[in-house]
């Protein structure tokens, strides 16, 4: 299945991976390089699923993720944070702020695609994982 799916991450170089590893799979990628940036281009674009850094500059991915998470219109679109915080209990923050799952940084070029690609079917409430 094809999907649309913003990416919310401020480096360039992960944009630029996560991007081609996606559309090389056929899905469109849309890019956002801020919290507020991401929350704007999410309410006009309607993506399927949302990919959401934690450490933005600004406003974090957790505060990203609640404002989301808060918006009626937004709120059904999975959301799933990659981070590279290898800090115990960041997983839980991620859930807890809203994210229906969590991909670890750095991200796997063998196993990113299929991760993302089975949290587009994921009922929201239900975290995959
Ligand atoms: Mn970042």
């Known amino acids: 299945m094809k999907a649309k ?5 401020d480096n360039p170089q992960n944009r630029y991976l996560a991007k081609f590893l996606l559309e ?10 801020t919290g507020p940036q991401g929350l704007e281009m999410a309410a006009e674009c309607s993506p399927d ?10 406003m974090d991915g957790h505060a990203v993720a609640r404002t989301l998470k808060s918006d009626s219109q937004l ?6 944070a990659v981070t590279s915080y290898a800090m115990v209990g ?5 859930l807890e ?3 229906e799952g969590y991909i670890e940084k750095p991200i796997d070029p063998e196993t990113f695609p299929a991760t993302v690609e ?12």
């Open 24 to 33: 090389q799979r056929g899905h469109e990628v849309l890019e956002a390089e």
């Open 75 to 80: 709120k059904s679109i999975p959301v799933v």
């Open 97 to 99: 702020a809203g994210a």
């Open 49 to 58: 699923l949302i990919l959401l850094d934690i450490q933005l500059p600004g």
């Open 118 to 129: 089975g949290y587009l079917n994921t009922p929201i409430g239900e975290p995959a994982s």
């Open 90 to 94: 960041d997983r839980e923050k991620c």
């Open 5 to 9: 799916i913003l990416l919310i991450e």
